[in-house]
């Protein structure tokens, strides 16, 4: 009769084996590139938001960009928002001035 050891080692051979050959199978949902996906976004100052923005998603996302620069894709897959809503707030966050956008395809990967 196997030991509990042998048989929980067993299990999670069984188990991590078939969760790594998961991560090799194509994603169903391929990222849809957008033309501001290179834009990057950080929080200048708490906009004055209109009753139907006033959402936890919303300020999620603005909470977010207070602490660090996030981009358009981040926000739609962190968020219940689809991708009109993100770039309604993202242009009123723009015209207000409550944003400073950074383009991100200035600055080459791996560079120091």
Do not use: C
């Amino acid at each position: 009769m196997p030991s509990v050891y042998d048989t929980l080692y067993r299990w999670a051979r069984r188990t991590t084996t078939s969760f790594a050959e998961l991560r090799f199978l194509p994603s169903e949902r391929s990222p849809v590139e957008h033309p501001s996906d290179g834009l990057i976004y950080r929080l200048r100052h708490w906009p004055e938001l209109p009753d139907s923005s006033r959402t936890a998603d919303v300020y999620r996302a603005l909470s977010m960009m207070s602490t660090q620069p996030i981009n358009r894709h981040w926000i739609v897959s962190h968020s219940k928002l689809d991708g009109r809503q993100v770039d309604r707030l993202l242009q009123g966050l723009v015209d207000d001035g409550a944003v400073e956008v950074i383009d991100a395809s200035k600055y080459r990967a791996g560079a120091h």
